[in-house]
């Protein structure tokens, strides 16, 4: 296998490993207790790939089984869960307030959020508020003249 393989391996891993851990973020709002099978019906994957997947998760950290075999995500797993919810949903947001159908938008989200660094992510929200902060400003400004 050379590099650009290696790469690309690499990286879907990454976003497989997201796609769970940002599943999980969203199970634990909706039940107590979640088990390998609920995820895999909520994912629509077979039970055998999620327990393939949860394995991996666990040791590298990022969930635990406890002794009624429920799935938790570790404080590494439930920051990595979140940023990549933030990303989705606001990429999904903007999709949505452009006029795309929401399935498409909930697609291509998602291989936005998995496309672009954390670092580069937080950039892009900070400008985004600051500029609907400055349209709402305007907006305010024009209203009372």
């Given at each position: ?8 391996m690499k ?6 490993r997201?796609?769970?851990l ?26 055998a ?9 666990e ?10 075999y ?13 940023d ?6 606001y990429?999904?947001?903007n999709?949505l ?35 609907e902060e ?10 009372k003249?």
């Amino acid at each position: 296998m050379n590099d650009i393989q290696k790469n690309r391996m690499k990286q879907i891993r990454r976003e497989s490993r997201e796609d769970y851990l940002e599943a999980m973020l969203l199970l634990q709002e909706q039940m107590e207790e979640i088990r390998s099978s609920d995820l895999a019906a909520y994912m629509g994957f077979s039970r055998a790939s999620v327990s393939q997947a949860v394995l991996s998760l666990e040791k590298e950290g990022f969930l635990v089984m406890d002794e009624k075999y429920c799935l938790h995500l570790t404080e590494e797993g439930s920051v990595m869960a979140k940023d990549t919810y933030r990303k989705h949903t606001y990429f999904e947001k903007n999709l949505l307030l452009a006029d795309i159908d929401p399935l498409t938008a909930d697609r291509e989200a998602r291989r936005l959020g998995h496309a672009i660094s954390l670092k580069s992510f937080e950039k892009i929200a900070a400008s985004g508020m600051q500029k609907e902060e400055a349209l709402y400003r305007d907006e305010k400004t024009d209203s009372k003249a």
